[in-house]
């Protein structure tokens, strides 16, 4: 075995060993070319980077990063949706196999609803609206649509018994704007672990995944959005806005008021609730797929 090959099985047996789902080689495929010898390879193909260069404004990374992504010519890839299965083909990908960012089976709420909403200080009568964010603030108000969510919230909220939970590094910028629009039932428990992100989506009522207007959507979908997936894992109405269309979710215009609408089609039980799908899926096909590859 080369080198690309050992690090693949040193990345998939450490992630195995810390029990969340085994990735191949959790890095992008702009930087692929460092190896010397990567005739087997394995890519993993989580984030059209180039797309997300581009709406950061760095154009020249996004047209470096762009080149450098035809790397993954005649490698095996693993994507994470069948719409970047699509592009890993127009690249040159040599095998392209669809693994979702699904969660293990294991993802499962420790504590009763209304015994989790006690423990954080919450009313049990009162619903929960869930966000769940990123441990990174910034990206926060720049991907996941800070300022759609809380503009909608602001409608929602004298008319709805429900608290909106934010789960994610608080910061200064989403503070302001809590004061500013004057939001009086906004949670900030900060960041959670994976067991305390189970408590949270188990007790929600509702479920939103909200991007940023202009940000690009139509590679994505509930299948490489972890926070959609985990929220299907519960079977939680979920509100999208800024995805590609999927049957997991219902999807809303970028706007405050669709948004807003959406929100309380949820409260009002009225939107189709997912199907949940976890990583254990695929795990046995990926396992058989790896061992054809590395040592056909």
């Not at 083909?89 to 969660?103: H, Q, R, T």
């Not at 959670?192 to 909200?210: E, F, I, R």
Request: charged fraction near 25%; aromatic fraction near 10%.
């Amino acid at each position: 075995m080369n080198t690309g090959t050992i690090l693949a099985y040193a990345t998939l047996l450490f992630k195995s060993a810390r029990a969340v789902r085994p990735g191949i080689v959790d890095i992008h495929a702009s930087i692929y070319l460092l190896f010397k010898r990567t005739s087997d390879l394995v890519v993993d193909f989580r984030t059209p980077f180039p797309l997300e260069l581009e709406w950061f404004g760095h154009r020249s990374l996004a047209s470096v990063a762009r080149r450098l992504e035809k790397s993954i010519q005649n490698r095996l890839v693993f994507a994470a949706n069948e719409r970047m299965a699509a592009l890993c083909k127009e690249l040159g990908a040599g095998y392209v196999f669809v693994l979702p960012n699904y969660p293990t089976r294991d993802f499962e709420a420790t504590m009763k609803s209304d015994a989790w909403k006690t423990a954080c200080g919450l009313n049990p009568e009162r619903h929960v609206v869930l966000f769940t964010s990123s441990k990174t603030g910034w990206r926060l108000r720049a991907i996941y649509g800070l300022d759609l969510l809380l503009e909608s919230w602001q409608l929602v909220e004298p008319s709805a018994d429900a608290d909106l939970v934010i789960l994610g590094e608080p910061n200064a910028y989403l503070r302001m704007r809590m004061r500013s629009l004057g939001l009086r039932h906004v949670i900030l428990p900060g960041t959670a672990d994976s067991c305390g992100v189970a408590n949270w989506v188990n007790c929600a009522d509702v479920c939103l995944a909200p991007r940023t207007p202009g940000f690009p959507r139509n590679l994505y979908d509930d299948k490489d959005s972890t926070k959609i997936s985990e929220y299907a894992a519960f079977r939680k109405p979920i509100v999208a806005a800024g995805y590609a269309p999927s049957d997991q979710y219902l999807l809303v215009d970028q706007t405050p008021e669709a948004l807003a609408e959406g929100i309380l089609k949820g409260l009002s039980r009225k939107i189709t609730l997912p199907e949940p799908h976890y990583w254990d899926e695929n795990e046995s096909s990926v396992l058989d797929l790896l061992e054809e590859f590395w040592f056909k």
